[in-house]
Structure formats: C-alpha cells, structure tokens
C-alpha cells in the first residue's frame, strides 16, 4: 500500500495559469479527500518579485470557491505554502538555500518534487539548473515532473532525454500527459482486462477498424505563439492520442504495475508501420460561419504569422504490425474548429459472417457492432446492437447500451488530481516512459519533415474534404 509522507512540492512556474488553474486546486482537492498529505508543504517559483504572503493569496484566490477564508485549508496555507524568486541575482543557489532553509525549519526529511509548470522552451535551462544546484541531491527522494510537450521532434526530445538522466533517473521522472489522468483513459485497461467478455473478441479475427477522435469546436483562441510552433500533429497526436492508441492496442501485462503496462505500451509504438505521406491528411480552418456568426480563418487569427501553414487538423490511418493487428485500420483525427467537442474511440466490430436477414433486406439492414468508448464531454461508453422491433414485418432497429461514469458515481476527479496524487506516491504507471517518447517522435518526424499539403476546410465542418 503506498502512502503520502512528508515533502517539499516544489513548483517552477508558479506565477502562471496552469498553476492557478491545475495545481494547486488539484493539491487541495487532494488534501480535501486524505488529511495525511496535509504533512505536505508547497514552494511556488518563478522569476516575479513576489512576497510568501503575495504568493499564498494568489493561491487562495485559486481555491476560493471550495475553500472561502476562514476555511481550514486556507488557514493551513499560512505555515505550509511559500514562495521563491529566481530574480535578485541568488538565482538557483538562493533557490538551494530556501529549500533547506524550510526543510530545516519544517522538519521535513528532505522528500522533493520539482515540477516544470513552464514554458517548454525553459525545460533544458531548468533542468541543467536544478542539477548544477545539486537540487537532486537529497537524503530523501527526488522526483522530477516534466510538462507537455517533451521536445519539439526526435532530436530535440533525445537531447531532453539525456539531459535530464544526467541528473534523475528514469525511476524519478514524471512525464505528464493529463489524458492519462481521465478515469475513462484508466478503465481502458480494467474494461480490456478485467472482463473476459471483451477481451476474447479483442483482435483483428474480430475487429474491422478503430477510429479515435479528438475534435474541439474552438479555434486556436489565445494560444497563437505556442499552438504556431506546434501544429495538432505535435500538440495532440504525437502525445496524448497515441497515448490513447496505445492503451486500446497494448497486449496484457504480466503485471499490473508500472514496468510491466509500459512495456506493452512501447511493443505497441515500435510494431507500427512507419507512415506514409498518403496515410496522411492535413488542413487548416478557413473563414467561414458557425450557428450564424462569422468565423476568421486560422491565418487571421492573432499572432498567427501571415501564410502559416501549420496545421490544425490531423488524419492520419496506420497499421499495427503484430499478431493481434495486422490488417486492421486505425485512423486517429484531430482537429480545431469541428462541429463539436468530443474526444471517443470507436471499436468496430467484424460483420456476422451469414447475412440471415437478406430475403428482408428493405427493413432489416444489419449495422455494425460499435464500442465506443467516450472521454469529452461526458466520460463512458455505448455499445450499439441491432434488436428486433416488436410486431411485423420483420425490421431491425438499432439500440445503445450505455454507461456514464458520473451518472454512476457522481462528481469525477481531475485528472491532475489522480496525477498529482500518483507522483506524490511515487507511482508511475500513468506517466510517459523516455523509450515511449522517442518511439512515438520516430513515427511522427517523417511526417512533420515532409511539407505535406495542408488543405483548407469550413470551420463548422469535419475537415477538408476528402477526409470523408
Ligand atoms: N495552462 C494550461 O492549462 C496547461 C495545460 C497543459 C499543459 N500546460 C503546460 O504547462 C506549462 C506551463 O503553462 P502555463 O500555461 O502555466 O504557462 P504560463 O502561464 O506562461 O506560465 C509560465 C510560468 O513560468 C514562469 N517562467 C517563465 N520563464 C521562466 C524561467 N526561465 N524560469 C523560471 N520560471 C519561468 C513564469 O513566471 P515568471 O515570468 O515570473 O518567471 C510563469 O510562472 C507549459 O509547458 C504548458 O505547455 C499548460
């Protein structure tokens, strides 16, 4: 059984929104539901002049709703939450002295977790930093948690790799990816493994394709500087959609703990097929309408530079060459400005090999068996049948079974709850290991390096035409 012991959450980029947004009220949701982790005492860090007291409030002001003032975590932010400026010249080596300082101070045996809450372009300058500081050097435990995206293309993350093992080891690093964080993405593996039922049909005898979507009906809003740089290839398919891929297509593990479900994971990624330029399909949203109002085109849009050709959609179909797949299509899409917001994977099941129903075949149209399996907006699955429908002629009609997670057990966690929760106990099952990294780079750098054509479509739409 693992347990929450007393530590230092050490965050560089506290000034920022994932911080305001994510992290801290995560902590407290987290301290809300175990009072043991109160044991823990949180470090914000960033550049900005700002006091221990100025730090607490923005803190607070996070967590208001939940935690009004009075409340007893507010209280608690008072003797457990402080704050550290890289500004003033003492840079890390100041940053070295507090630490001890309020490890000292605090009892604390020196347990630490350094997460990068900052820009990704900082990640190697952060992680050189903390090292020279010897910041790693603990007579506790270290463990470091790295942000999305890690590295930029094969290179970049084989360079992210190494620096970063210079100073941690694999075991100490946390690799967010906070779509492993749904409790849908987590019952992948219990739905697959857990129930005889579906495992038994698990495979290309009878599957005939899967299909995972990840649409978002905005556009690129205010993340022009970033989302310019990335693309939806590098933004969400070369990290938490082949993460999906991966969970769906991995063989069982011997064991369920962290070594053993990453393995499978990383057989997965290297048995696939390297991508072809015609596997591939990318465009960018035109101006157009949606429910009526005008909608700029993805180059007008602010900080966007004039002509980008960066994509904001992603199709792509691949092949998993192994025993259990070999032959079966997997598409992955994603794309901005779609008719809706919804993230799902679909299981298409084989056809029935007899087609009983074809002297009737005006009102018996025999569809495919669908799994699909649902993460936004709402977290579970439907499993689509075909039933008779009651008195003559003959006719079939097709049906849903479906399951909602929070119809079922109410208000779900965040997934930076479950994550937060995981690497303060030192759990690395649902985080990204260094060889599943640069295997997914692998499969995706070709494509990124080939100037594929990057087709308009209509905002409102499901992408550039011959995506159908
Ligand atoms: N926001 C989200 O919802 C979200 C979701 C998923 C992933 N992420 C990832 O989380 C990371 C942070 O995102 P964010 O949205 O919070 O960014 P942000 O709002 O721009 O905040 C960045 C933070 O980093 C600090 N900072 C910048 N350069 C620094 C440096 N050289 N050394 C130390 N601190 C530095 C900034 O404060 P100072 O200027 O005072 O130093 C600020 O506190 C990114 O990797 C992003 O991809 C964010």
Same mark, same amino acid.
């Given at each position: 059984?693992?347990?929450?012991?007393?530590?230092?959450?050490?965050?560089?980029? !506290? #000034?920022?929104?994932? +911080?305001?947004?994510?992290?801290?009220?995560?902590? =407290?949701?987290?301290?809300?539901?175990?009072?043991?982790?109160?044991?823990?005492?949180?470090?914000?860090? !960033?550049? $900005? &002049?700002?006091? &221990?007291? %100025?730090?607490?409030?923005?803190?607070? &002001? %996070?967590?208001?709703?939940?935690?009004?003032?009075?409340?007893?975590? #507010?209280?608690?932010?008072?003797?457990?939450?402080?704050?550290?400026?890289?500004?003033?010249? #003492?840079?890390?080596?100041?940053?070295?002295?507090?630490?001890?300082?309020?490890? @000292?101070?605090?009892?604390?045996?020196?347990?630490?977790?350094?997460?990068?809450?900052?820009?990704? @372009?900082?990640?190697?300058?952060?992680?050189? %930093?903390?090292?020279?500081?010897?910041?790693?050097? +603990?007579?506790?435990?270290?463990?470091?948690?790295?942000?999305k995206p890690f590295?930029?293309?094969?290179?970049?993350a084989?360079?992210?790799?190494?620096?970063?093992?210079?100073?941690? $080891?694999?075991?100490?690093?946390?690799r967010i990816d906070h779509y492993l964080g749904k409790?849908t993405v987590q019952n992948l593996l219990v739905f697959r493994f857990?129930?005889?039922? *579906?495992e $038994?049909?698990w495979h290309?005898?009878?599957i005939?394709?899967v299909d995972i979507q990840v649409?978002?009906?905005?556009?690129?809003?205010?993340?022009?500087?970033?989302?310019?740089?990335?693309?939806?290839l590098?933004?969400m398919v070369q990290n938490h959609i082949t993460q999906l891929l991966s969970l769906v297509a991995m063989e069982a593990p011997a064991?369920f703990d962290a070594d053993s479900i990453r393995q499978e994971k990383i057989k997965v990624l290297e048995s696939i097929v390297p991508l072809?330029?015609?596997?591939?399909?990318?465009?960018?949203?035109?101006?157009?309408?949606?429910?009526?109002?005008?909608? /700029?085109?993805?180059?007008?849009?602010?900080?966007?530079?004039?002509?980008?050709?960066?994509?904001? =959609?992603?199709?792509l179909r691949m092949e998993i060459a192994n025993w259990r797949w070999r032959?079966v299509p997997f598409t992955l899409e994603t794309?901005?400005?779609?008719?809706? @917001?919804?993230t799902r994977i679909a299981i298409? =099941?084989?056809? !029935?090999?007899?087609?009983?129903?074809?002297?009737?075949?005006?009102?018996?149209?025999?569809?495919?068996?669908?799994?699909?399996i649902?993460l936004?907006?709402?977290?579970?699955?439907?499993?689509?049948?075909?039933? @008779?429908?009651?008195?003559?002629?003959? /006719?079939?009609?097709?049906? /849903?079974? /479906? *399951?909602?997670?929070?119809?079922? *057990?109410?208000?779900?966690?965040?997934a930076?709850?479950?994550l937060?929760?995981?690497?303060?106990?030192?759990?690395q099952t649902l985080f990204v290991h260094a060889d599943e990294v640069i295997n997914s780079w692998r499969l995706y750098?070709?494509?990124?390096?080939?100037?594929?054509?990057?087709?308009?479509?209509?905002?409102?739409? +499901?992408?550039?035409?011959?995506? $159908?």
């Open positions: 059984m693992r347990s929450f012991q007393p530590h230092l959450f050490v965050i560089l980029g !506290a #000034s920022g929104d994932l +911080t305001s947004r994510k992290l801290a009220p995560a902590l =407290f949701h987290l301290m809300e539901r175990h009072n043991e982790l109160r044991c823990c005492h949180i470090l914000g860090v !960033a550049r $900005s &002049d700002m006091s &221990d007291a %100025a730090f607490r409030d923005s803190v607070r &002001d %996070a967590l208001h709703e939940r935690h009004p003032e009075g409340s007893d975590l #507010s209280a608690w932010c008072d003797d457990h939450v402080f704050y550290q400026s890289l500004g003033g010249g #003492s840079g890390y080596d100041g940053l070295a002295r507090r630490i001890a300082s309020i490890e @000292k101070e605090c009892g604390l045996p020196g347990n630490r977790v350094f997460y990068l809450a900052l820009p990704p @372009k900082t990640f190697p300058g952060t992680i050189e %930093a903390l090292g020279q500081a010897n910041l790693h050097e +603990t007579p506790g435990w270290a463990r470091l948690v790295i942000e590295g930029h293309d094969l290179t970049s084989h360079a992210l790799n190494d620096l970063v093992h210079r100073y941690f $080891s694999e075991s100490q690093i946390f409790e857990g129930n005889a039922l *579906f $038994s049909v290309r005898g009878q005939e394709r649409h978002e009906d905005l556009g690129v809003e205010t993340r022009a500087g970033y989302y310019d740089q990335s693309g939806a590098r933004d064991r072809r330029p015609e596997d591939v399909l990318l465009g960018q949203y035109a101006a157009g309408e949606v429910d009526g109002e005008p909608v /700029r085109a993805y180059r007008e849009e602010t900080g966007v530079p004039d002509g980008s050709t960066t994509e904001t =959609f992603v199709r032959g794309g901005k400005r779609m008719p809706e @917001k919804r298409r =099941f084989q056809p !029935a090999p007899v087609s009983l129903f074809r002297p009737y075949e005006d009102t018996c149209n025999v569809r495919p068996n669908i799994l699909e649902t936004q907006p709402d977290e579970g699955f439907n499993l689509h049948f075909d039933v @008779k429908q009651p008195r003559m002629p003959l /006719r079939l009609t097709p049906r /849903r079974l /479906r *399951f909602r997670y929070d119809e079922v *057990f109410g208000d779900l966690p965040e930076y709850e479950t937060l929760g995981d690497v303060i106990q030192g759990d750098t070709p494509v990124l390096e080939a100037s594929l054509p990057v087709h308009p479509y209509a905002p409102g739409s +499901t992408g550039p035409n011959s995506a $159908s």
